[in-house]
T-cell receptor, first 115, second 114 residues
Framework: AQTVTQSQPEMSVQEAETVTLSCTYDTSESDYYLFWYKQPPSRQMILVIRQEAYKQQNATENRFSVNFQKAAKSFSLKISDSQLGDAAMYFCAYRSENNFNKFYFGSGTKLNVKP | NAGVTQTPKFRILKIGQSMTLQCAQDMNHNYMYWYRQDPGMGLKLIYYSVGAGITDKGEVPNGYNVSRSTTEYFPLRLELAAPSQTSVYFC????WGVGKNIQYFGAGTRLSVL
């Protein structure tokens, strides 16, 4: 079965600095999607960024970028120029290309942003 | 621009009571999902639906039931509430296909069973 592991329960970053959140996953599939979701105290799950496994180019969305290492099954999120509003829980998620019910979440990383 | 709407936002149940968590989406998505999120954990899939009249179990379906009579609505039913069902419940919807594989989430329902 697929598993998603986030080994950092909590991290802190100074405002305007850069932070990287780690995620590893286990799968035997070749086609899949990876996501990072942000969950602020409001509990709303917000999609931050996604990566298709067949794409070699790392996805970027403004200050957010990923380092996707398919062979190593690693999918880290880099947040540049951290802002106070980035403080939240961040979840890494895996979804199968062929089986839509196979959607797995990691346990989350709490990001604190210090002013 | 409603997206996915869940009601209620909070609820306290006594052991053995029943309730229905409501979920509606206005994006004409075929796929809808129910997740639960326990404290300090990620989301776990309870049930999902690929269209009106079609539902199936996810990872943790015990103690829950669903129905999907229309594309828009996907209610989750708890028949005999137990303390183990204390959690935050999220409904989500999505399309499916290349470039469309994104789930949109509701704001969640916080349920306590005492």
């Amino acid at each position: 079965a697929q598993t998603v592991t986030q080994s950092q329960p909590e991290m802190s970053v100074q405002e305007a600095e850069t932070v990287t959140l780690s995620c590893t996953y286990d799968t035997s599939e070749s086609d899949y999607y990876l996501f990072w979701y942000k969950q602020p105290p409001s509990r709303q799950m917000i999609l931050v960024i996604r990566q298709e496994a067949y794409k070699q180019q790392n996805a970027t969305e403004n200050r957010f970028s990923v380092n996707f290492q398919k062979a190593a099954k690693s999918f880290s999120l880099k947040i540049s120029d951290s802002q106070l509003g980035d403080a939240a829980m961040y979840f890494c998620a895996y979804r199968s290309e062929n089986n839509f019910n196979k959607f797995y979440f990691g346990s989350g990383t709490k990001l604190n942003v210090k002013p | 621009n409603a997206g996915v709407t869940q009601t209620p936002k909070f609820r306290i149940l006594k052991i053995g009571q029943s309730m229905t968590l409501q979920c509606a989406q206005d994006m004409n998505h075929n796929y809808m999902y129910w997740y639960r999120q326990d404290p300090g954990m990620g989301l776990k899939l309870i049930y999902y639906s690929v269209g009106a009249g079609i539902t199936d179990k996810g990872e943790v379906p015990n103690g829950y039931n669903v129905s999907r009579s229309t594309t828009e609505y996907f209610p989750l039913r708890l028949e005999l509430a137990a303390p183990s069902q204390t959690s935050v419940y999220f409904c989500a919807s999505s399309t499916w296909g290349v470039g469309k594989n994104i789930q949109y989430f509701g704001a969640g329902t916080r349920l306590s069973v005492l």
